[in-house]
């Protein structure tokens, strides 16, 4: 006979299997919170190696840009913004058929992508691969969603004409009048700004004088001409440029931003601050106006205000990695080193081999009075730019500070070796490390040197902006 199972033993059992099941949903739900979590790390980390593409392609760095924007791909196969400033870097190098490819997969990621840039772009690459048939579809879309930009104009022209469509061809040329420029303006201007790619600044200069002579009104002529004046340190004549288009213009978004930036460099902080104001009355979503500005208020010693510019341009977009670099550096003017190292931190994540942003935080670290965790930073910035001087410098001093003066000696050796314009700074420093080791005659005997080097009172100094 069988024996009954007391009620309590199968309210045991049922109670066992419910909390099996509840805990295999819980882990379930872990699982899935930690690969979401993950997953936004990635993406995270792909929209800082993005920021770290677009200011070295800013530097016209554009292999070490094609690094940052791929290692952006591998961290976020999904990231459209990234195939698309990959692809734009490879039209800039020539690769016509790699930056098809990129832009093709950023269009499928998202067709909304940069407005017409993007079709624009991608045109362009197949006009310079002389493939005009399938330039046509792209042109005539970028033209769709900017049709106020006559270079779509002007490239399809040219399409048309190679493929013998001379009425289509004529039909975009009047276009292009319509909009204040003429073909030839246009292809003066494509091709400076082809120059200016190539680094060829005085030559692109004489492109851009050109297409203006052709078509005085054609504006987009002098916003290049202004940008080739301002990658040649001409903050004046950029400024002189910025002040026509305005004058054309008193809307002119571009002209506030170019003049605001020149007077910024020349020092006209009143006259950069009233033209960021204008720029961001027009539009207040450009982070660049917003660092612009910072800089200003920061050099007039209105720290609060620059660091809250600061921010908004982080806010406005995280992915540009310069404002959160000057930020840093303003949170350590401002004497707050934590929030600096924060942002460093991120930084870094993202740019590991910029040897420059351990060098500023090893100086944080100095300044915090931690210097065996400057000194980490040191071994790493001198392992990834061994030609650094000032690394080796900084290392020796953290080494004297460590009592080692006996490991300060080689790397001030090196820093003579490296930098020779300004030996006496240097052979000074390596006499108070001999004479902290006890080895008097040789101290002399560096001091005497120093005396009749260069650089007796010199230093580099870094500036912290």
């Not at 400033?85 to 909304?112: C, H, P, S, V």
Request: proline content about 3%; charged content about 30%.
């Amino acid at each position: 006979m069988p024996t009954r199972e007391s009620p309590r033993l199968r309210f045991g059992w049922r109670q066992a299997k419910y909390m099996t099941a509840a805990v295999s949903a819980l882990c379930s739900l872990a699982a899935t919170i930690s690969i979401g979590f993950a997953a936004h790390k990635k993406e995270d980390a792909a929209a800082d190696a993005i920021a770290a593409g677009m200011f070295a392609v800013k530097q016209m760095r554009l292999g070490e840009a094609l690094v940052h924007f791929s290692h952006a791909i591998e961290l976020n196969p999904k990231d459209a913004q990234a195939f698309m400033k990959r692809g734009d870097t490879y039209m800039q190098l020539g690769q016509y058929e790699n930056a098809i490819a990129d832009l093709t997969r950023a269009l499928a990621l998202d067709r909304t992508m940069a407005r017409g840039y993007t079709y624009r772009d991608r045109g362009y690459c197949y006009v310079r691969l002389k493939k005009f048939a399938q330039s046509i579809p792209d042109l005539t879309m970028a033209i769709k969603l900017m049709p106020e930009f006559p270079q779509a104009y002007d490239m399809r022209a040219h399409a048309y004409e190679k493929l013998g469509r001379r009425s289509l061809a004529e039909r975009d040329r009047r276009a292009i009048k319509e909009l204040g420029a003429s073909p030839e303006a246009c292809r003066l201007c494509g091709k400076g700004k082809y120059l200016l790619h190539q680094g060829k600044c005085h030559e692109a200069l004489q492109a851009f004088n050109q297409s203006i002579r052709e078509s005085p009104n054609y504006k987009w002529a002098y916003f290049w001409k202004g940008r080739t004046h301002q990658r040649l340190g001409q903050y004046q004549d950029a400024a002189n440029v910025a002040t026509q288009m305005i004058k054309m213009d008193s809307q002119s978004l571009q002209g506030y931003i170019m003049r605001a930036k020149a007077n910024c460099e020349l020092e006209r902080f009143q006259e950069a601050l009233a033209d960021c104001a204008k720029a961001i009355k027009i539009d207040p979503r450009i982070a660049d106006v917003y660092l612009i500005r910072a800089r200003c208020l920061k050099a007039i010693g209105k720290y609060d205000e620059a660091l809250r510019d600061y921010s908004a341009s982080v806010s406005i977009n995280p992915t540009l990695s310069e404002g959160r670099l000057q930020r840093a550096m303003l949170y350590v003017r401002m004497g707050k080193p934590q929030e600096a190292l924060d942002d460093l931190a991120k930084l870094i994540a993202v740019n590991p081999h910029d040897h420059g942003l351990y060098l500023k935080r090893a100086e944080i670290y100095r300044k915090m009075n931690k210097p065996a965790k400057a000194l980490v930073d040191l071994n790493q910035a001198i392992r990834l730019h061994p030609a650094d001087e000032f690394a080796y410098l900084e290392r020796a001093e953290t080494y004297m500070a460590l009592g080692q003066p006996d490991k300060a000696v080689p790397d001030l050796t090196r820093s003579i070796d490296l930098d020779k314009d300004n030996a006496g700074f240097y052979l000074r420093k390596r006499a108070e490390a001999y004479e902290k080791m006890g080895k008097h005659e040789l101290s002399v005997k560096d001091v005497q040197q120093a005396a009749k080097a260069k650089g007796i009172s010199s230093r580099h100094e870094r500036a912290d902006d």
